[in-house]
C-alpha cells in the first residue's frame, strides 16, 4: 500500500482548474426542480477556492449555505418547463501541501478538539455493531491509530472486488461485505464501519481526482489527534497521499449527507441521470 507517515508528505502544493458536468433527462416535460446541490469544494486547511461558479441549464433562481458538515450546499429551483436539466460546476483552487510528519499514537483514549459523535455513530449506509468482529480481526495485534487504519484499508481494497453494477447509492457496508463486491463508493462505506467499530472517527468525502478525468471518486477521512483529518483510500489502496490526489467536494457521515445533485421534481414521467463527467487541470505548482 502506498503510504506517507513519518516525514513531512510534501513540499509542493498544487494549483488548478475544477469541471464538474452532470445531465438529467426525462421522458415527459418537467415542469419544476427542486435539488439541493454539493459540488463546489470544500474548504478546509488543506484546499482553498479562488473563485467558483454554478450554471444550470435552464437558468435556475438558487440560495447558498453550509450544511452541518462545512459543505457549501446550493439549492436550485428550476420552473422553467423542461426535458433535461443540465448542471456545471467549476472554478479555481489551490491544494495545500500536508504538514506531516504524523506520529502514530495508541488509539485507546484517544483525544480531540471537536465533536466526533457523528462519525463514530451508525449512520444510515453504515452499521459499525455488525462489523466488529471483522474490525479486530483485521486490525489483529495493532495498537496504533496509522497502523491501524492501513490495515483495514489494504483488507477492504484486496477483499472487495471493484465491479460496476453490483450495487446501488443506498447498498449498505455490511450489504457490501456480504456481497464481496462494489465500487469506491462502497469500499468507503464498508471500511467506514469497519473504523468505526474500532472507535477510529472516520467519514465519507466525495471527490474529483486531479489525475484522472471521468466519474467523482470516494474515500476515507480518519481524524488524527495532531495531523487531523488524514485521507485513505480502499479503491486505490493510498494512506495518506501525497497532497494533490483529490480534489474534496464534501464530507459527511455516508454517501446519504454528500450525494451531488438530490431533491425532487414535478412531472407526469420519470427521470434518469445521463451524463457525469469531471475533470482537473493543473495550472501551476507552488
Known amino acids: 500500500m502506498q503510504a506517507n507517515l513519518g516525514s513531512q508528505v510534501s513540499q509542493v502544493g498544487f494549483v488548478g482548474e475544477y469541471r464538474y458536468e452532470t445531465v438529467y433527462q426525462y421522458t415527459d416535460f418537467v415542469l419544476q426542480n427542486d435539488d439541493f446541490l ?28 453550509n450544511d452541518n458538515y462545512g459543505n457549501v450546499v446550493r439549492r436550485i429551483k428550476v420552473t422553467t418547463r423542461h426535458k433535461e436539466l443540465s448542471i456545471v460546476s467549476k472554478g479555481n483552487f489551490r491544494l495545500r501541501p500536508w504538514r506531516g510528519p504524523y506520529p502514530d499514537v495508541p488509539v485507546q483514549n484517544m483525544k480531540f478538539n471537536e465533536d466526533v459523535t457523528d462519525f463514530l455513530s451508525p449512520s444510515p449506509l453504515v452499521k459499525p455493531y455488525l462489523l466488529g468482529d471483522l474490525a479486530r480481526k483485521i486490525a489483529g495485534d495493532s495498537t496504533r491509530l496509522v497502523e491501524t487504519v492501513g490495515r483495514i484499508t489494504q483488507w477492504v481494497h484486496d477483499n472487495i472486488k471493484y465491479e460496476r453494477g453490483t450495487t446501488t447509492v443506498l447498498t449498505e457496508a455490511h450489504q457490501v461485505l456480504a456481497n464481496g ?39 476515507v477521512e480518519f481524524l488524527h489527534p495532531e495531523g487531523g483529518w488524514l485521507p485513505a483510500d480502499p479503491t486505490k489502496a493510498i494512506l495518506i497521499d501525497a497532497g494533490t490526489t483529490y480534489l474534496k467536494l464534501a464530507v459527511g457521515r455516508d454517501y446519504t449527507d454528500v450525494s451531488p445533485v438530490s431533491g425532487t421534481f414535478l412531472s407526469t414521467g420519470t427521470g434518469q441521470l445521463s451524463r457525469v463527467f469531471a475533470q482537473v487541470r493543473g495550472t501551476n505548482t507552488y
Open 38 to 65: 454539493r459540488v463546489i469544494p470544500h474548504q478546509d486547511d488543506h484546499t482553498m477556492l479562488d473563485g467558483h461558479d454554478v450554471e444550470t441549464s435552464p437558468p435556475s433562481a438558487y440560495v447558498e449555505f
Open 181 to 219: 463486491r462494489g465500487v469506491c463508493q462502497d469500499k468507503v462505506h464498508l471500511a467506514l464501519g469497519l473504523l468505526r467499530a474500532l472507535w477510529i472517527p472516520s467519514r465519507y468525502v466525495s471527490c474529483i481526482l486531479t489525475e484522472q478525468a471521468g466519474d467523482t471518486h470516494a474515500y
